[in-house]
């Protein structure tokens, strides 16, 4: 393992001295030009907006398989499960990234550890692992299933 390391570690400073008597060579300051690429870089993360899948989940979404369910998420915790255009379901909804979920253990701890939790006027819940979200598609597996959902955003 060391080894390997050592060999990513020189074949690193070769290449930094290659790019280093290049830029030298065509009268760049190296300095100048890596200080403005590493504030670019921070800058760029800095202002790049990262939704939070609280954020992604907004809005309709119409399931893959059968075209005519929509299931509608508003940003103030309810969602409404349509059937062509009529409400069938409602419910509200929390996304969180604890354990257990509808009494099932789940992962948590990751970056992408996320689960939807639905409960409806009866207080049934029913509970969700997200596997995608983002502006345009949503994925779901119903805990404790095989079953998933893929959704397309509207």
Do not use: H
């Not at 993360?45 to 954020?55: A, D, H, K, V």
């Not at 005519?68 to 309810?78: C, E, K, L, M, P």
Request: hydrophobic share 35%.
């Amino acid at each position: 393992m060391d080894y390997l390391i050592e060999k990513v570690y020189s074949t690193l400073q070769k290449i930094q001295l290659t790019v280093y008597k290049k830029m030298k060579m065509k009268n760049y300051n190296f300095k100048v030009l890596f200080s403005t690429l590493f504030i670019l870089l921070i800058s760029l993360l800095f202002f790049s907006s990262f939704n939070s899948p609280e954020e992604d989940i907004v809005g309709s979404w119409i399931q893959e398989e059968e075209s005519n369910i929509r299931w509608v998420f508003t940003a103030n915790g309810n969602c409404y499960w349509y059937n062509n255009s009529t409400i069938v379901e409602s419910f509200t909804y929390e996304i969180s990234q604890t354990s257990p979920q509808c009494r099932y253990n789940v992962k948590t701890g990751g970056a992408e550890d996320y689960y939807l939790r639905l409960k409806d006027s009866e207080n049934s819940k029913f509970c969700y692992e997200i596997l995608t979200i983002n502006n345009e598609v949503l994925s779901l597996n119903y805990l404790g299933t095989s079953d998933i959902k893929v959704f397309n955003k509207e």
